[in-house]
């Protein structure tokens, strides 16, 4: 988790030029490469790291998958006819309990009763809330039967279960779902790695983060190199 370099460009051929100045035989050691699903770094790595295996970083599968179903829940509401009384209820429901869509089943409250304010205050558990926001596009029932299934199966680790459902996913599926879905196919390789191995980009996603509270705080820097070593001081090197 320790900052040893922070580049101010991230363009292939700067990027090619950084890891260059490193010899080849160092640079064959390298046997295992974390990162997100950008095409240009998969070009990058290939070249600079001919050794080494990719994994795609575990949050950034969920945040694919997670997406694309967040997506079509906002295209289901922008269908709603907002002239009818009973439609901009659904909308307001589908806008206000984002969250209960997009948690897992596991993390459900299936016992628990509470009030919820757009149910006309009556007494419901979560599933219930969730039973009926379902209900409202058949389309959204059946892409979030597929989120469900592929977020258990990353959980499980089960690549073979993984990709067996986006093989097989229905051709009645919400085109825009299936087609960020599928992409995922692209890094099929990368995927299994990450779900084989315990590698992730964690340190590295909480440096970027702090790079970015830096310089939030500071409104700015004027040049890069303050950047770089307001960043170096902060972390004592």
């Known amino acids: 988790g320790k900052i040893f370099g922070i580049l101010d460009d991230r363009r292939n051929f700067k990027l090619r030029a950084y890891f260059q100045r490193f010899t080849l035989k160092a640079r064959r050691?390298?046997?295992?490469?974390?990162?997100?699903?950008?095409?240009?770094?998969?070009?990058?790595?290939k070249e600079v790291f001919p050794n080494a295996r990719v994994s795609i970083d575990r949050f950034h599968v969920i945040q694919q998958i997670t997406r694309a179903f967040n997506t079509q829940r906002i295209q289901a509401m922008k269908q709603l006819n907002?002239?009818?009384?009973?439609?901009?209820?659904?909308?307001?429901?589908?806008?206000?309990?984002?969250?209960?869509?997009?948690?897992?089943n596991v993390k459900l409250n299936y016992t628990s009763f509470k009030q919820f304010p757009l149910f006309q205050k009556k007494?419901?558990?979560?599933?219930?809330?969730?039973?009926?926001?379902l209900s409202i596009d058949d389309q959204l029932r059946q892409s979030?039967?597929?989120?469900?299934?592929?977020?258990?199966?990353?959980?499980?680790?089960?690549?073979?279960?993984?990709?067996?459902l986006i093989n097989a996913l229905p051709a009645s599926l919400n085109a825009g779902f299936k087609k960020a879905i599928c992409y995922l196919t692209k890094h099929k390789e990368a995927i299994i790695n990450s779900l084989k191995y315990p590698y992730s980009n964690g340190k590295l996603e909480g440096k970027n983060n702090l790079i970015k509270v830096i310089k939030r705080i500071a409104f700015g820097f004027r040049t890069f190199r303050h950047l770089r070593m307001r960043v170096l001081i902060q972390q004592n090197i």
Do not use: C, G
């Open 144 to 164: 979030y039967e597929v989120y469900q299934e592929l977020l258990a199966a990353f959980d499980e680790k089960d690549f073979t279960e993984f990709f067996a």
């Open 82 to 104: 907002k002239n009818n009384p009973q439609d901009q209820k659904d909308y307001r429901k589908l806008k206000k309990y984002w969250r209960t869509i997009l948690k897992k």
């Open 123 to 133: 007494y419901l558990t979560e599933s219930e809330v969730l039973d009926y926001l």
């Open 29 to 45: 050691r390298v046997t295992h490469i974390v990162m997100d699903m950008n095409a240009s770094y998969d070009a990058v790595t």
